[in-house]
């Protein structure tokens, strides 16, 4: 159970990252989508991709992460997300670096969540409820 959570909040907390630094995680507003809402179809895109018999076992282990990272590549804004791990230090980087930087950070994500993530075992993902804070949101969600 405490795997289970612990692998929850990893994965959730990086979904929140990603979606405050894409933007939708925003104020609500008339004109933005529902937190929840914008959450909702990329968490069941990544249980249907986890739960795809045609992508079962160590045979397809590779083409199911790919799967799953193109995910997160539609979803996450990772430039972003390296802007905010460096704060100031990234303004003292070239391009070259930045671009460099972008990269290693995005397959360390890759390299230390994706095991945790297919670590899912069929549980259910029941959305609680959000909260909104300025231009920030936060989605509870429970693992069943």
Not at 73 to 100: A, C, I, N, T, Y
Not at 128 to 137: H, L, S
Request: glycine share 6%.
């Amino acid at each position: 159970m405490y795997r289970t959570r612990f692998i929850a909040v990893i994965f959730l907390s990086l979904l929140y990252l990603g979606l405050s630094s894409a933007g939708v995680a925003g104020a609500a507003t008339q004109t933005r989508p529902d937190p929840m809402e914008q959450l909702r179809p990329f968490v069941n895109e990544i249980v249907g991709i986890l739960t795809d018999k045609s992508l079962a076992g160590k045979a397809n282990c590779r083409k199911r992460r790919q799967r799953v990272m193109a995910a997160a590549h539609e979803r996450f804004d990772f430039k972003e997300m390296s802007k905010r791990v460096l704060g100031r230090e990234w303004r003292k980087l070239s391009p070259q670096q930045k671009e460099h930087f972008v990269t290693l950070f995005t397959k360390l994500l890759e390299h230390a969540y994706i095991g945790k993530i297919e670590d899912y075992s069929k549980q259910t993902v029941e959305f609680k409820r959000q909260r909104i804070r300025g231009n920030r949101a936060e989605v509870q969600t429970v693992l069943k």
